[in-house]
């Protein structure tokens, strides 16, 4: 099993950026896929971005492509994902998982219940 910490929530005004950080401990990091989700008060928690183990790959949902990065430095064990141009309705907790029922997969899943690992996420509010 894989432990997930994520770090670099805040406040922030509509316009601007933040980079989230999730640390991770396990001998396995590097062949999970990676991936970000976000929960708003009274919402689903919904996809993000998703990276592949060797991080050759990415996959954002449609409302942050152009804005949002995920990427990853598997020597540091860390996943990241930078956002900017932030809007009010990015508000939410943001929650790192990891894909760990499969090992150097080259399918980015997208779905909540396909990850079996998580943290307990970092708050991100944008004002207007």
């Known amino acids: 099993q894989v432990q997930l910490v994520e770090s670099g929530g805040g406040l922030v005004q509509a316009g601007g950026s933040l980079t989230l950080s999730c640390a991770t401990s396990g001998r396995t990091f590097s062949a999970y896929n990676m991936a970000w989700f976000r929960q708003a008060p009274g919402e689903e928690r919904e996809f993000v971005a998703a990276?592949?183990?060797?991080?050759?790959?990415?996959y954002y949902a449609d409302f942050v492509k152009g804005r949002f990065t995920i990427s990853r430095d598997n020597a540091k064990k860390t996943v990241y994902l930078q956002m900017h141009v932030l809007k009010p309705e990015d508000t939410a907790v943001y929650h790192c998982a990891a894909d760990s029922s499969q090992v150097n997969s080259d399918y980015l899943r997208k779905s909540v219940y396909e990850y079996g690992s998580w943290g307990r996420g970092t708050q991100v509010t944008v004002s207007s």
């Open positions: 990276i592949r183990w060797s991080g050759s790959s990415t």
